[in-house]
């Protein structure tokens, strides 16, 4: 415990929250402490990331001890993979009903997110989608399969209401840019989102640049237990 302390200020995390597990020291700790299949760890090597960054250290094993958690680390420091990795290590690739939902404050960021989510994933057999506007119009989600679904608040609040789009089966539901996402007055459609993600296991997280007290105040109202991780400053 104490050595963990003076890794996480060697690396400018500041945590606060009950138990919160290790820090990660390399990726490799990513097999050896949680089974992760060989082939995901194969694609970092292919994507040449070799060493996690602060907030990839402390998120991804909070969320793979299916802890909720609020993470603030500066633009560019690697969010995405932080909450993506957990995803791909945990979820069971065409089991029924959408397992990953993240909802991203624009479409092109969403697009962006999808991206990197299929990079990560490569040779396995995630069924990875991005919503569109023809999807969510007109997608017969019935039929579709869809492992992980990135989406914008709005799209996905569309498809729930006209195209009958069921999350009750979503094991990790994240919010990218919580900051942006509040600021951009889509809590109604969150909250929609948040209350149809109904399984009782649900990890929900929130990735930020920023996190204002006003985003943490209403994202407590929904998340219970949940650890917060900040690399730097909370509001840089
Ligand atoms: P953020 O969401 O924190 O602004 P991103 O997740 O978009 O940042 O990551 C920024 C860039 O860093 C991306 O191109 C991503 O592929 C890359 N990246 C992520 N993690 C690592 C890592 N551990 N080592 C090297 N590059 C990384
Ligand atoms: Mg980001």
Redesign the pocket.
């Known amino acids: 415990i104490e050595r963990d302390s003076i890794f996480r200020k060697k690396y400018g995390i500041h945590i606060s929250g009950r138990d919160i597990p290790s820090p990660l020291r390399n990726f490799e700790e990513l097999k050896s402490r949680y089974g992760c299949k060989s082939h995901l760890l194969h694609n970092l090597f292919e994507?040449?990331?070799?060493?996690?960054?602060p907030?990839?250290r402390q998120a991804i094993p909070i969320l793979l001890a299916e802890r909720e958690c609020f993470a603030c680390?500066?633009?560019?420091?690697?969010?995405?993979?932080a909450f993506l990795f957990p995803m791909l290590m945990k979820i069971k690739p065409g089991s029924e009903g959408v397992k990953g939902v993240i909802l991203c404050p624009t479409r092109e960021l969403a697009a962006q997110t999808t991206r990197?989510c299929k990079k990560l994933a490569k040779g396995k057999m995630f069924c990875i989608k991005v919503m569109t506007k023809e999807l969510s119009r007109s997608g017969d989600f019935a039929k579709i399969s869809c492992d992980i679904l990135v989406s914008t608040p709005l799209r996905l609040a569309f498809a729930m209401q006209n195209r009958k789009l069921n999350l009750s089966r979503v094991e990790y539901l994240v919010l990218?840019e919580s900051d942006k996402l509040f600021e951009l007055g889509f809590v109604e459609q969150i909250d929609c989102v948040v209350k149809a993600c109904s399984n009782p296991s649900i990890i929900r997280s929130l990735?930020s640049?920023t996190l204002p007290d006003s985003v943490e105040e209403l994202a407590r109202t929904i998340m219970h237990d949940a650890v917060r991780v900040i690399v730097g400053r909370k509001n840089s």
């Open positions: 994507l040449r990331i070799k060493e996690p960054t907030i990839q680390a500066p633009t560019g420091s690697g969010k995405t993979l990197e990218d990735f640049a």
